[in-house]
């Protein structure tokens, strides 16, 4: 199993331009969520999705828009990127929530950053 | 509201020395504590959950409810336990849904 794929691994975006931000899972989960970390600071939740069709925002969901069309599939679009979107990205997945189904696994993470 | 702090954000100890990360929460309700790490140029990984009562890496963690404290305890540190951890909650936010809350994360370098 690759786990959770993300692409691309760095970009730099000029102010205005917009992009997506590429995330795939192969391991079957329900959930996906997308973080966000800016420097010093943990992880915070920008959008998650708990099935197929079904997303959600999360603390930070201004400035960015999600779909899910398929399991594997959690894109995360920038339609007007800001200098204040500068961050590293984190997908991640997991099987559920609860007890035993929180643990998240996670993509290797997009350093973005908006100039 | 969910909240989780980590009150060291570096943290440096020589090898073999005993090391203590510290995690506090803020939660009304029973929390699930995790420990995810992230060693350099690696993605960040689970550690450890306060349910499964493990020892991982030689690391533990307790969840003491009285000091509402998940602390992370090695005994005798190890050069390769250099790393970003964090320290999360999973609890019910706002609407019933379960979210998962991090802490801004300790970094840990063990010197040698």
């Known amino acids: 199993n690759a786990g959770v794929t993300q692409t691309p691994k760095f970009r730099i975006l000029k102010i205005g331009q917009s992009m997506t931000l590429q995330c795939t899972q192969d391991?079957?989960?329900?959930?996906m969520y997308w973080y966000r970390q800016d420097p010093g600071m943990g992880l915070k939740l920008i959008y998650y999705?708990?099935?197929?069709?079904?997303?959600d925002k999360g603390e930070v969901p201004n400035g960015y828009n999600v779909s899910r069309s398929t399991t594997e599939d959690f894109p995360l679009r920038l339609e007007l990127a800001a200098p204040s979107q500068t961050s590293v990205y984190f997908c991640?997945?997991?099987?559920?929530?609860?007890?035993?189904?929180?643990?998240?696994?996670f993509g290797n993470g997009t350093r973005l950053t908006v100039t | 509201a969910q909240r989780v702090t980590q009150p060291e954000k570096l943290l440096s100890v020589f090898k073999g020395a005993p090391v203590e990360l510290k995690c506090n929460y803020s939660?009304?309700?029973?929390?699930?504590l995790f420990w995810y790490v992230q060693y350099s140029r690696q993605r960040l990984q689970l550690l450890l959950r306060?349910?499964s009562r493990e020892s991982i890496k030689g690391f533990t963690a307790d969840l003491n409810k009285g000091e509402t404290s998940f602390h992370l305890k090695k005994p005798f540190a190890q050069e390769e336990d250099s790393a970003m951890y964090y320290c999360a909650l999973s609890g019910l936010g706002q609407g019933g849904s379960e979210k998962l809350v991090f802490g801004k994360g300790t970094k840990l370098t063990v010197n040698p």
């Open positions: 991640a997945s997991s099987r559920g929530q609860g007890k035993w189904n929180s643990p998240l696994h």
């Open positions: 306060h349910i």
């Open positions: 391991m079957n989960h329900n959930y």
């Open positions: 999705s708990v099935g197929a069709g079904i997303t």
């Open positions: 939660y009304s309700g029973s929390p699930e």
